[in-house]
């Protein structure tokens, strides 16, 4: 069973660019989440994704956008960034069906500096 | 506003000194909490959900408790390799949206 990986694991931008961050999700889940964590606080909650539709979404502006694709892999995608959304972001995965109480599976993170 | 509150922020033990950390919440509906342990680097990684008051959930020297109000994780005699971040996380009524707590910083001294 392989797990959820995301990539790169670190990225280094400068304000005004854009960036695409990549979540493989573990085998058998078809639902995706992406959290921002920033230093010393809890993950926020960005947007979630079951079987290619975005189905919930965080307090964050439209310049943060994101894909599912049929293998049920995701992207997030920031636009003209800013120097605030340095941070880990985080993908996690879980089962489909998407009830409540569902545990997430996380990946390592990807470890966004902008400059 | 539905909220997750943590404390402490941070927790420095002595090898085998038990200790517990708490989290209160402020959510209509509670639909499950979560606890789950970072390591620096790394993602959460899932230890326990409980759903109602009253429930307890154990894994080695861990313990999870929960009533209407707050959650407490025990540690018992805990080991340097208990060092992380403990993070407590609900689900918000009606939403697939965790909201998470900041997390306590345990550091074990061996």
């Known amino acids: 069973e392989t797990g959820v990986t995301q990539s790169p694991t670190h990225l280094i931008k400068t304000r005004g660019q854009q960036v695409t961050l990549r979540c493989s999700s573990q085998s058998g889940h078809n639902t995706v989440s992406w959290y921002q964590q920033a230093l010393g606080q809890g993950p926020q909650f960005i947007f979630q994704y079951y079987r290619e539709e975005e189905n919930g979404r965080g307090n964050f502006p439209p310049r943060f956008s994101g894909l599912q694709f049929p293998n049920y892999s995701s992207e997030l995608n920031v636009n003209a960034l800013e120097l605030d959304d340095s941070a880990l972001y985080l993908c996690a995965s879980s089962l489909g069906g998407q009830g409540p109480n569902e545990k997430l599976f996380f990946g390592s993170g990807t470890q966004l500096s902008v400059l | 506003e539905d909220q997750v509150t943590q404390s402490p922020e941070a927790l420095r033990l002595q090898e085998g000194e038990s200790s517990s950390l708490n989290c209160s919440y402020t959510?209509?509906?509670?639909?499950?909490l979560f606890w789950y342990r970072q390591d620096p680097g790394k993602g959460p990684e899932f230890l326990f959900t409980?759903?109602?008051a009253g429930e307890e959930k154990e894994k080695e020297r861990l313990k999870a408790t929960l009533t209407k109000k707050e959650s407490f994780l025990h540690i018992t005699a805990p080991k340097p390799e208990d060092s992380a971040t403990y993070l407590c996380a609900v689900q918000a009524p009606g939403t697939y949206k965790y909201i998470f707590g900041t997390g306590t910083r345990l550091k074990v001294l061996a």
């Open positions: 409980l759903y109602s």
């Open positions: 959510v209509s509906g509670l639909r499950g």
